[in-house]
């Protein structure tokens, strides 16, 4: 007998999705809260808190430890503690991260498929293949990794039943990620569905001078070529049926706001377009919204009917008027002296335990 999938995603908010298959239900990377990073991320539209009280879900899967994909604001709201499926790091931050937010953790290992029904899995890879030396090309961190094997920041993974295959890449530079692909044979063709990134966050270009405003808009079109391009090097390894760009739709708000539009950062629909005409494979993109269900084996999508309450013009003029979460802090402008020093020397720890040797002098200057 041929058996049919049911499995299929219900995208929540960037990285968070709920996968189910046969009545289990997955909640991934969640993050549904806004103002993360210290008040500064948000969403479009933002995810309904009643929406987050009715979420129903068995597992939670995390990726790695980065706020958008672990949000302490989130975790706090959950209508309930399921376990949370971690990679096994050997350096235990995440999982004590977790542990402290209430949540039983289960470490799965690398590779290792952890039955969730007799049907429905989930295998969890280190990006980088548990190589330090691969690891070390392109994180700089090859004496911690010798030391460690892993402490790498991402992991991709593996949703299967007996009819449909889903890969979710989630954050993980190309370069690392691709020689697990290759060596566990995830680009066979068998792949229904790849979550893949297309955007990457961080301060460049918004955060830096330039000359002129050319130079400016010059580097942001070619850091949102570098993320389109590693999207589309992952649907070309992968060959999947479908793809869906995902995990970039946050939005700077507080007086970050007017940065927005230098990021770099195209959207969904954006990317869905860019990719359609570059990939030189036979994949359909899918651009999913808020509550959009996706079947997972055929790429159909049902659309979400719910209608954000406010406009992007009124949502953004709300949010770049919050503070900034350390904007409160009631602190002794005395002990900064004390504080940097202190600082300093945590740092320079850090850099002796990576090898890390630099002419580079840090200046900090205050009133």
């Not at 990073?37 to 980065?66: A, C, Q, R």
Request: hydrophobic letters at 35%.
């Amino acid at each position: 007998d041929v058996r049919i999938s049911a499995m299929r995603v219900t995208h929540l908010q960037s990285a968070t999705q709920i996968i189910e298959c046969d009545g289990l239900r997955i909640l991934t990377d969640p993050w549904l809260t806004e103002g993360e990073y210290y008040g500064s991320w948000f969403h479009y539209p933002p995810f309904p808190s009643e929406s987050i009280e009715n979420l129903k879900y068995d597992y939670i899967y995390v990726s790695h430890i980065h706020p958008d994909h672990v949000s302490d604001q989130t975790f706090q709201v959950l209508p309930r503690q399921a376990p949370v499926l971690i990679f096994d790091y050997a350096s235990k931050f995440l999982k004590a991260k977790i542990e402290r937010l209430g949540f039983q953790v289960i470490e799965c290992s690398h590779a290792q498929a952890v039955q969730l029904t007799p049907d429905f899995s989930i295998t969890i890879y280190a990006a980088d293949n548990c190589n330090p030396e691969l690891c070390g090309k392109f994180l700089g961190c090859a004496n911690v990794e010798n030391s460690y094997q892993k402490t790498q920041i991402d992991t991709l993974a593996v949703f299967k039943d007996g009819a449909t295959t889903i890969l979710n890449v989630n954050d993980c530079p190309f370069e690392l990620a691709q020689e697990v692909i290759k060596q566990h044979d995830l680009n066979d063709g068998t792949v229904n569905l790849l979550l893949v990134g297309y955007a990457g966050a961080g301060p460049h270009p918004q955060c830096f001078d330039f000359d002129s405003r050319l130079q400016l808009e010059e580097a942001a079109t070619a850091k949102r070529l570098k993320f389109l391009k590693q999207a589309q090097d992952y649907i070309e390894l992968v060959q999947p049926e479908t793809y869906a760009p995902f995990a970039g739709t946050y939005l700077l708000g507080s007086r970050l706001s007017a940065m927005n539009e230098d990021r770099g950062v195209p959207t969904v629909s954006e990317a869905v377009d860019y990719l359609s005409s570059a990939v030189s494979v036979g994949s359909q993109g899918v651009v999913l919204e808020q509550l959009d269900e996706l079947d997972a084996k055929n790429g159909g999508i049902q659309k979400s009917a719910k209608a954000p309450r406010l406009t992007y013009t009124e949502y953004m003029k709300d949010v770049s008027q919050r503070p900034l979460a350390y904007d409160s802090d009631d602190w002794d402008d005395a002990a900064l002296g004390d504080l940097v020093e202190l600082a300093n020397d945590r740092f320079s720890l850090k850099a002796q335990e990576i090898g890390l040797t630099s002419q580079t002098r840090l200046i900090v200057q205050s009133d």
